[in-house]
């Protein structure tokens, strides 16, 4: 059983580059995520999906787009790379349950992206 | 989404016990408390959540306040895999998309 898995692990960018970070789970989970983490500081969240076809901006949306087509995919892309984006991304997801809350939310091993 | 405020960092020794403290006073009542750790490297994994009773499980144990303005991430014998970040945060029991807030968490080291 695969979870959550992130492609590719680490990337450098030049400034102005575009790229698309991949993110696949395996458990047919309806809720997907993405999050960045700074170092030293907490995850915040980026945009977030609760089933294919439906997207939503979370803390820090900006310089970022996602999709979800499948159940199984949610891309992050950005759109063009700015140092500030320097930073370790996270993916997850968790299953939907009709909105009752009991459930953990699981976590890709993370991208590392250097924007230089 | 309410705050938790937790120690910056703590420090153990192997085979003892560990109490993590977590504040939450802004808690509301329908905002679940969950944690998470993250491990050099790894993304953050779970590790027990509760609403008002104490919980078990085969990683630690949560203690929460009667007031529920606080609680306790217990792990009963550290080892030196349990050195981490341990984050403790409020969700509330509606929210949509799996949002969690992390504060900056307590890193936890494990002394031999």
């Known amino acids: 059983n695969a979870g959550v898995t992130q492609t590719p692990k680490f990337q450098v960018l030049k400034t102005g580059q575009s790229m698309t970070l991949q993110c696949a789970q395996d458990m047919n989970h309806e809720y997907m995520s993405w999050y960045r983490q700074d170092p030293g500081m907490g995850l915040r969240l980026i945009h977030y999906s609760v089933g294919a076809g439906i997207t939503d901006q979370g803390e820090v949306p900006n310089g970022y787009n996602v999709s979800r087509s499948t159940t199984e995919d949610f891309p992050l892309r950005l759109l063009s790379a700015a140092p500030s984006q320097t930073s370790v991304y996270f993916c997850a997801s968790r299953p939907g349950q009709g909105g009752q809350l009991s459930n953990t939310i699981y976590f890709g091993e993370g991208s590392w992206l250097t924007v230089v | 989404d309410a705050k938790t405020t937790q120690p910056n960092s703590m420090e153990s020794n192997e085979e003892e016990p560990v109490h993590l403290p977590c504040n939450h006073s802004t808690i509301s009542g329908t905002d679940y408390i969950h944690w998470y750790r993250q491990l050099p490297s790894q993304g953050p994994e779970y590790v027990i959540h509760g609403l008002t009773s104490n919980v078990n499980n085969r990683m630690a144990s949560l203690a929460i306040a009667e007031d529920r303005k606080s609680s306790t991430l217990i792990l009963h014998r550290a080892t030196l895999r349990d050195a981490a970040v341990y984050y403790c945060?409020?969700?509330?029991?509606?929210?949509?998309?799996?949002?969690?807030?992390f504060g900056q968490g307590t890193e936890l080291s494990v002394k031999p």
């Open positions: 945060i409020l969700r509330e029991i509606y929210n949509q998309g799996g949002k969690l807030i």
